[in-house]
């Protein structure tokens, strides 16, 4: 385990202790499956389906592909849905959104970026590419920019519970000095209907 995913699991872990496991979990752009496989393995999650547009040369889990569009599966399938470090690379990030969120009937959990300024969004861009090149994914630089996405998840029904930024994934300097303030953490609940 690299000391990212160390640290972000740090993060994570308490988030969905108190709901764990949760029965099934859509792993969304699950890159070499490396989440869904530890999510299970630490009893996270019962199940975890992984879904990418692009299979790895080596992965831990074995991806279902799908062309990027609408996820292949029915309304409120997952009880949690997440996302690591993907909806920036996403054509239209907050449609894929409203499509992860529409397969959750219970929780969604986000890390990604955020940025307010033009020196923040270079910063994002330049460790994109350094982070991402090498496994041929590419770099189209959607990060969200403030916090435009909180509102697609209020639209579709889910209520805040925990936001953490800076999120303290980067230990390391000089990585820590200027990365952690453009990273966030979040985990959403489905809102019941109003009677």
């Not at 029965?23 to 009893?43: I, K, N, P």
């Not at 199940?47 to 609408?70: M, T």
């Amino acid at each position: 385990m690299n000391l990212y995913r160390r640290n972000l699991l740090e993060i994570l872990r308490p988030l969905l202790a108190a709901r764990a496991p949760v029965g099934r979990a859509l792993d969304f752009g699950s890159g070499d499956g490396w989440f869904a496989r530890t999510f299970q393995e630490q009893g996270l999650a019962r199940e975890v389906v992984a879904v990418d547009v692009q299979k790895r040369s080596r992965s831990f889990v074995e991806p279902l592909l799908y062309d990027g569009g609408r996820l292949p599966f029915p309304d409120r399938s997952f009880d949690l849905v997440y996302a690591m470090d993907v909806l920036h690379h996403c054509p239209d990030p907050a449609a894929s959104l409203r499509d992860l969120l529409r397969c959750s009937r219970g929780l969604v959990l986000l890390k990604d970026h955020t940025y307010r300024t033009a020196a923040g969004k270079l910063t994002l861009a330049a460790l994109d590419e350094l982070g991402n090149r090498r496994f041929g994914v590419p770099s189209i630089y959607r990060y969200q920019r403030g916090w435009e996405w909180l509102e697609v998840i209020r639209e579709e029904g889910f209520e805040q519970e925990a936001l953490i930024h800076p999120a303290k994934v980067e230990t390391r300097p000089p990585l820590v000095w200027f990365t952690n303030r453009l990273q966030f953490v979040g985990l959403w609940r489905r809102g019941q209907p109003a009677d």
